[in-house]
């Protein structure tokens, strides 16, 4: 084959591969956002029944409220790992339509709550239910996108937690030709890094243990607990605190939707930003940033100026969304091996979300309406996942300086271990 027909190919090649890509996008990408726009939007539901009569009509007390807020994250934490086991042996796609039938049926099932016992009883199986969605959508999205392809798509189906969409259109089947081909391009992606006989119902024990004992795994923890927590309860406070600040009760769920809609756009530049340059941790650490800068106005400003308050709300908003989806995909680029991967997401979830357990601990209607106890917890938090981001993308910076200057018997040596994942020699981080 002479050199022009070999570019020939590869341009029909790199064309067929951009159609396949937005045949995915077109078929997975609006379907999962709505899911993520349903379970999101039960979950942060809490938030605005305080400006309703639920309470009134529960008869719940402030501790019945947090304790029917703290179960729901109490199971979303305890059934994440068990989940995640059982997703890989039922497979995603019964999983997932398993949980989102039984999501459905308890969200149905709160309508007819009648008293305290029954509203307890309701919030802790849909934490259980819900407890393997995102991560499972994590997982579904990194096994369907290579890895420069997977931070612009998981901003997208996040935007759906943070403004909802339309519906989309059904999953179609690829022929067989764009299996092969799909299949190509991902086992090409992943290189050396992935290491399993059959990733869709086997589990990786070995994988397991180097998903627990990986020490960058536990700092991708500290930062989703420094974005995580602050959304979680900051987002359930919201609408408390523009309530204070004299606004009536329908105002105020519609002065919090421009929040989420300059916060969805936030979330999508970002993230372009950061797909088009390849780059996580410079963009996880400004983001970040910017969300303490917001708490920090917040803290000062008290309840001097409403304006304020509410721009400050939205730039504290805008940096913890937008961060979420950058610091996702960081992970999933950099975690090698179909189990040790999945495990990663399961553990660094389970654990961020037990940020929610704590919204009446971080924000107590005693504090209503300044909430500056509340900032500055928010603000502490934002400053270690800030560190913990700059911590993390110099331990991967070195480790990518000591793999390039390998010697033959050193890279002999790690070459040999069975199931190296991302410890592989070849492996190199995504900063």
Known sequence: MTTVEKNIEELRLQKAI????????????????????????SEMITGHTELTTLKADLKLSPEEESLGVTLLYA????????????????????????????????????????????????????GMVISAHFSGLTIYLSLWYRKAEQTMRISFFHAGAILG??????????????????????????????????????????????????????????????????????????PSLLHGINASAPLTHLMVAPMYVIACVSCLVGSYSS??????????????????????ILIFVGDQSKTAIYISSCIACCGMYTTFPIALSWL????????KRAMAICCVHAVDHLGGVLKFVVYPEVDKPIYRKGHSICAG????????????????????????FLSVDEYRREVAVEEPCDKHPDFRYVL
Request: with cysteine; aromatic share 10%.
């Open 18 to 41: 951009r159609r396949l890509i937005k045949k995915l996008d077109k078929r997975l990408i609006p379907f999962l956002m709505l899911l993520e726009f349903s379970a999101f939007g």
């Open 75 to 126: 199971a979303y934490a305890l059934f994440g790992i068990p989940s995640y086991i059982l997703l890989r042996f039922l497979g995603t796609k019964i999983y997932l339509s398993l949980c989102m039938i039984l999501w459905g049926a308890i969200m149905i099932g709160t309508a007819f709550v009648r008293n305290v016992k029954q509203l307890f009883v309701v919030r802790f199986l849909l």
């Open 165 to 238: 969409c339309s519906f989309g259109a059904t999953m179609a089947r690829l022929n067989n030709c764009e299996k092969e081909l799909l299949t190509n391009i991902l086992r090409e992606d992943a290189g050396k890094a992935n290491g399993e006989p059959n990733s869709d119902s086997w589990i990786s024990w070995r994988q397991v243990k180097y998903a627990l004992t990986d020490r960058r795994i536990y700092l991708h923890m500290l930062i989703g607990i420094g974005n995580v927590t602050p959304t979680l309860c900051f987002t359930l406070a919201l």
């Open 275 to 296: 797909s088009l340059h390849n780059e996580h941790g410079l963009h996880t650490a400004t983001c970040l940033f910017i969300s303490l800068i917001g708490f920090i």
């Open 332 to 339: 999933t680029k950099n975690v090698g091996g179909h189990t």
């Open 381 to 404: 938090v934002t400053a270690v996942a800030l560190l913990s981001t700059f911590i993390l993308r110099r331990s991967m910076m070195k480790e990518n300086q000591r793999r390039q």
